[in-house]
């Protein structure tokens, strides 16, 4: 059902955005989606979306601020835990590290 829901009104906005039918078919299309909106049961339906939408704003809130608190105390004890670098390590300590040899090494080997 919400697919089908959602297709006419994709379907109605397409059609009112790419309509070559002018202002006041736009106009005519506006009125009729006006009037449906003021009708009683869309109307109790847009209330009963937000009232579950208050009711549950806060826990989601408290639930947000708690599992982002959790993240960011992990992230702070990984990070401490880790030593610090000046950053980020050159190709050739990056090749040093891979093959074990010096990069003041490298000129010295070359020249010879």
């Known amino acids: ?12 906005v397409g059609y009112v ?3 070559r039918a002018g202002r006041e078919r736009y106009e005519q299309i506006k009125r009729g989606a ?5 009708t009683e049961p ?17 826990s989601v809130r408290a639930f947000v601020r708690r599992a982002s608190s959790d993240v960011f105390s992990n992230l702070a004890k990984q990070t401490a835990d880790k030593p610090r670098s000046a950053g980020r390590p050159t190709a050739a300590a990056e090749q040093e590290e891979a093959d074990g ?3 003041a090494e490298a000129p010295k080997e070359a020249k010879e």
Do not use: N
Request: hydrophobic letters at 50%.
């Open 42 to 58: 869309v109307q109790r339906g847009v209330t009963l979306v937000r009232d579950a939408l208050d009711e549950r704003a806060d």
């Open 101 to 103: 040899s010096s990069a």
């Open 34 to 38: 006006a009037t449906v909106w003021q």
């Open 17 to 19: 955005l790419g309509s």
């Open 1 to 12: 059902m919400k697919g089908k829901i959602a297709f006419v009104i994709g379907a109605a």
